[in-house]
């Protein structure tokens, strides 16, 4: 969008920023840095976004993947947990693109437990999620944001693999179901090890999601939500079972399964989150 464009970070700068900052990455806060700009470009061109989106990012770190979405984006708000990073990131962005730095603003705060974000709405999420939080930042910014229509974020190819599942798969469980309530969610690729510094111990992939309306349901996603987790709670117990506490009585929970035209020895694995709505209102 500019004639210059943002110049993108590689190992030598990310190294370079670190160490001037005195950042060492820690496990707790699931930091390993994007030091390949190949890697970047692929993220932006598969996140399919466009010249008026006002995208999301968490985590941005040391700024390698804010560098290569201000080039192509209206506004891109960067939300840091890490407060020495969340300072450094306008000095990077105009060091690296000066013709673009002011789309972006800084967010401090934790992006599990944000509870605004400031300036028009968000029309996209694109991030490297911190691997040990990522699915409740998704579903957290999924609930609080619903202007957002679409989405691409990195996480630990185990994860991709969940909160892509579709029913009766191996990986299908929690994530997949309560990702399927906000959108329709596939895998979009595979990221290796040796684009991170450091290197993470566990692959990594993408997942695209675009944004579908909810079931329609007299059921609160709240009420649902509770039902899924008490579902999945014993992943091998038949749902009459598995419900029963929920429902008072393994007697109360048959009932509400077959109103709601469920097997009552099926398992939580084998439900859509049409199916899920639809028993969350016959146990109520």
Same mark, same amino acid.
């Given at each position: 969008m500019t004639s210059a464009g943002p110049t993108l970070l590689g190992p030598a700068d990310v190294r370079a920023l670190a160490g001037r900052l005195g950042i060492r990455p820690t496990k707790q806060? +699931?930091?390993?840095?994007?030091?390949?700009?190949? /890697? $970047? @470009? @692929?993220i932006v061109r598969t996140a399919?976004?466009?010249?008026?989106? $006002?995208? $999301?990012? $968490?985590? %941005? +770190? &040391? +700024?390698? #993947? /804010? &560098?290569a979405l201000l080039g192509e984006v209206r506004r891109v708000v960067a939300i840091e947990v890490d407060p020495v990073l969340a300072t450094a990131l306008p000095d990077t962005l105009a060091a690296y693109a000066p013709d673009v730095a002011d789309r972006c603003e800084v967010v401090a705060a934790d992006a599990a437990h944000v509870e605004s974000i400031p300036g028009p709405a968000p029309t996209a999420l694109v991030a490297n999620l911190p691997y040990n939080v990522s699915v409740p930042v998704l579903l957290? &910014? !999924?609930? #609080? #944001? %619903?202007t957002l229509e679409r989405g691409l974020v990195m996480v630990q190819s185990e994860v991709a693999d969940r909160l892509a599942a579709t029913p009766g798969s191996k990986a299908y469980g929690i994530p997949s179901v309560k990702a399927a309530w906000y959108a329709d969610v596939r895998r979009a690729g595979a990221i290796g090890r040796n684009v991170f510094w450091p290197a993470p111990n566990v692959d990594s +992939? !993408?997942?695209?999601w675009t944004r579908r309306d909810p079931p329609v349901t007299s059921a609160s996603r709240e009420q649902v939500f509770t039902v899924i987790d008490a579902s999945f709670a014993h992943r091998r117990k038949a749902l009459r079972g598995a419900l029963r506490a929920l429902a008072g009585s393994g007697e109360a929970a048959e009932a509400a399964l077959t109103k709601a035209g469920i097997d009552p020895l099926a398992r939580g694995e084998s439900l859509t989150v049409e199916e899920f709505a639809r028993l969350t209102e016959a146990l109520a």
């Open positions: 806060r +699931g930091q390993n840095f994007v030091i390949d700009a190949n /890697t $970047v @470009r @692929r399919d976004l466009r010249p008026d989106d $006002v995208v $999301v990012e $968490v985590g %941005p +770190g &040391l +700024g390698s #993947l /804010t &560098l957290h &910014l !999924l609930a #609080l #944001l %619903p +992939g !993408l997942v695209a």
